[in-house]
């Protein structure tokens, strides 16, 4: 079992900066992934970023790419994501995920294994 706790949320202006944090229970093993996927107003949960242990690769959904950064402690038991101009539409509950164990890097749900509560973010 994995628990996961974000941090890091709240009420951040359209342009500003924001640094949401994961923290897992336990440090990652040779073949994780750990991953940020959001749910906005009346929207389904889609995924944002996600990078990993053991040569996976980091991919991140279009509608973030060049604003948002995924990254890993060197412990390897935090996750973080760097949110860079934000947009309005940014605003969603952001969830931290984790797929262990994990061969190849997803934006899928159905790949993650292990969910946090998740953090509120809002753009104005």
């Known amino acids: 079992q994995v628990q996961l706790v974000e941090s890091g949320g709240g009420s951040v202006q359209a342009g500003g900066t924001l640094r949401l944090s994961c923290i897992a229970s336990r440090y990652a093993s040779t073949q994780d992934c750990m991953a940020w996927f959001r749910q906005g107003p009346g929207q389904e949960r889609e995924g944002v970023a996600v990078?990993?242990?053991?040569?996976?690769?980091?991919l991140y959904a279009d509608s973030v790419k060049g604003r948002f950064t995924i990254s890993l402690d060197n412990a390897k038991n935090k996750a973080y994501l760097q949110m860079n101009s934000p947009k309005p539409e940014d605003t969603a509950i952001y969830y931290c995920?984790?797929?262990?164990?994990?061969?190849?890097?997803?934006?899928?749900?159905?790949?993650?294994?292990?969910w946090g509560q998740g953090t509120q973010v809002t753009v104005s």
């Open positions: 990078t990993g242990t053991g040569g996976i690769r980091t």
């Open positions: 995920a984790a797929a262990v164990p994990c061969w190849y890097a997803s934006l899928s749900m159905a790949n993650y294994n292990y």
